[in-house]
Structure formats: structure tokens, C-alpha cells
């Protein structure tokens, strides 16, 4: 009777304990049932964005020229170009551009052929391909320092042979610095923005977790410039005429921050 009582009892209590366990279990899926096709909570953030410019008058101007010249035979297309590249470069040295400023940014050897009848260049039907000549092209970047001589230059290369003259822009030769200027600005602007915006929200700014610079900068190009500038047979004593203006850099950031 009494390991009756003895076995019964244990049977109660084991029961008890699995019944306690069933509804611990059935109760954390009850809960968790709820977070189910929802986000847990992650950190709070908020993100400014600030903007920095500097405004300054650019100390260098950059244009382009080329000289192209054509032969049946190679060499003589390539020693005739580089008499008239040797003759500019001379000219631009010799009117204070550096050598360390003067850059070749393109030199191009292609064959080009005649169609059809003597002197058409354009295909006709059953018309016969004869090479017309060897074309040689070299393209040169110049950098001038010294703002006051970008017109006479423009005009004078022309004279020494140069057949295409280009993309006169404006920049400023410490470039880099007025950028990390502009960047701190925006940096700060940021920042200021960042702590009202927290002191508004009631909170507190703990941490950056982002940041992006979309830093950008917006080139001068010259309006006016005189015609003889352009093509062979420029003629020196008509000088360009070379505004150049203000000029900025812009540095636009965006800063996120981590908030409790």
C-alpha cells in the first residue's frame, strides 16, 4: 500500500514538472508569435547634411592644341609633326611656360584612304579603296601660370603651326587645399545642424555611423576669345581676349549619427 502511495506521488510530481515545462514552452511561442513578419528595433539614428564654399579667383588656365600632318610615307608625316610640335613648344618656353606644364595627351598614326575617282573621299558603289595618305596626330596640354599670357599664347601657337586649339578652362593650382577648406565648412555646418537638431529631438549624439562627400567643383571656361585663336595661321598681333572671373569650390556632406 504504501510503495502504491510512494509510486503515485512520483507519477503526480512528474506529471507537474512536464505540464510546467508544456506551458513555459507553449507561452515563449505565444509571444514570439508576435515578432513574426516584423523588424527587430535597431539604433537610432538621424543624418545632416552640410554645405562649404570657397570663392576664389583662379591662378592657372589649361587649353589644348594639336598639329596633324599627312605623307604616304610614315616617317615623313611623323618628322614633319614633330618639327611643328618641337617649333610650338620652343615658342611656349620661351614665353615662360614650364616644361613640367607642357603634356602630351594624345599621338595617333592612322592610314586614310581615297574612294572611287581620284580626289573623292567618299565611297561610291564598286568604287576601289587606294590609300591617299599616312595621317599623324599629336595632341599637347598646356598649363599656364601666368594668367596674363594665356591670350598671346593662344594666338601665337597658332602661328607656329598649331591646327587645333581647345578647351581653355580655369583652375586653381592648390586646388586640393581650398577643397579640404570647403570640406571643413561642411563639416562644420554638419555638426552645428547635427546638435540642434538633437537638442530638439531630446536626444543625445553618440556616435558618427556614416559619412559621405560629394565634394564638387565647377570649372570657368573662357566666353570670349577671338577667332584667330582657332585653326592654322593664327595671327599673333589679334591677342584673345581671356575674362577669367571668380570661381568656387563646393563640398556638399552628409553625416549620420547614432542617437540615445
Known sequence: MFEDTKI???IAITLTILSLFLLAKF?????AFKYIGSYPSGQSVI???GKGEVVGIPDVAIFS???????LIVNEAQDEAAKSINAIIAYLKANGVSEKDITTSGYNIYPRYEYGTAGS???????KQKLAAYVVAQTVTVKVRK???AGKLLAGIGEQGATDISGLTFDFDKRDVLAKEARDKAIKEARTEADKLAKSLGVDLVRIISYNDNG?????YAKTMS??????????????SIPVGEDKIISNVTITYEVK
Open 47 to 49: 543624418s545632416v547634411s
Open 121 to 127: 573621299v567618299y565611297p561610291i558603289p564598286n568604287g
Open 227 to 240: 577667332a584667330e585663336a582657332y585653326g592654322r595661321g593664327g595671327d599673333a598681333s589679334t591677342v584673345p
Open 27 to 31: 507561452v515563449g511561442e505565444v509571444k
Open 147 to 149: 594668367l596674363e599670357n
Open 8 to 10: 503515485r506521488r512520483g
Open 65 to 71: 592644341f594639336g598639329v596633324t600632318e599627312e605623307s
Open 216 to 220: 564638387n567643383y565647377y570649372p570657368m
